[in-house]
T-cell receptor, first 117, second 114 residues
Framework: AQTVTQSQPEMSVQEAETVTLSCTYD???????LFWYKQPPSRQMILVIR??????QNATENRFSVNFQKAAKSFSLKISDSQLGDTAMYFC??????????????FGQGTTLQVKP | EAGVVQSPRYKIIEKKQPVAFWCNPI?????LYWYLQNLGQGPELLIR????????DSQLPKDRFSAERLKGVDSTLKIQPAELGDSAVYLC????????????FGPGTRLTVL
């Protein structure tokens, strides 16, 4: 069974600074996807960034980038130039790829990020 | 483009009462998901539909939970009877066919069972 662990329940960062959220996962699969989702206080979950395990290049979306270490099963999210609107709960998630994939996202426990003015 | 719509946003009921949640996915999205999110936790998949067929309901507690997706569009999740431990947020998500496609989430229904 796959598991996703986020060891930082809460983080804070000053506006315009950079912050890194940690995520580790456990799987015996070789093909999978990893995601970071953002859930603001309004509760609507939004996809921030996605990484395919077969790609060595780290995904980047504007101010958001990941550090994907497949051997270490680590998938951290870096937010550069933090903005007040980045305040939210962030979830790391795993999805198996290939035959037998049910589209099931397996989420970590979440990290609450507070961006301070 | 309208997002995933859920109603009600909030529901408070007494234990042993029935409750139902409704979800309208993004137009054209064949795949629909129901997730359970306990306070301070990540969501957990309850059931996934491809059109009107439930293709993964292994996590759905079938003694009290049921779901349907008539005509392959809107979906309803029901709990009967509700228990105190069912207090949580129930999230609906949808995606295009193919589980690798991005899942778009609704705002959720926060259920409180007294």
């Amino acid at each position: 069974a796959q598991t996703v662990t986020q060891s930082q329940p809460e983080m804070s960062v000053q506006e315009a600074e950079t912050v890194t959220l940690s995520c580790t996962y456990d799987t015996s699969e070789n093909n999978y996807y990893l995601f970071w989702y953002k859930q603001p206080p309004s509760r609507q979950m939004i996809l921030v960034i996605r990484q395919e395990a077969y790609k060595q290049q780290n995904a980047t979306e504007n101010r958001f980038s990941v550090n994907f270490q497949k051997a270490a099963k680590s998938f951290s999210l870096k937010i550069s130039d933090s903005q007040l609107g980045d305040t939210a709960m962030y979830f790391c998630a795993f999805m198996k790829h290939g035959s037998g994939n049910t589209g099931k996202l397996i989420f970590g426990q979440g990290t609450t990020l507070q961006v301070k003015p | 483009e309208a997002g995933v719509v859920q109603s009600p946003r909030y529901k408070i009921i007494e234990k042993k009462q029935p409750v139902a949640f409704w979800c309208n996915p993004i137009s054209g999205h064949n795949t629909l998901y129901w997730y359970l999110q306990n306070l301070g936790q990540g969501p957990e998949l309850l059931i996934r539909y491809e059109n009107e067929e439930a293709v993964d309901d292994s996590q759905l507690p079938k003694d009290r939970f049921s779901a349907e997706r008539l005509k392959g569009v809107d979906s309803t999740l029901k709990i009967q009877p509700a228990e105190l431990g069912d207090s949580a947020v129930y999230l609906c998500a949808s995606s295009l066919r193919g589980s690798y496609n991005e899942q778009f989430f609704g705002p959720g229904t926060r259920l409180t069972v007294l």
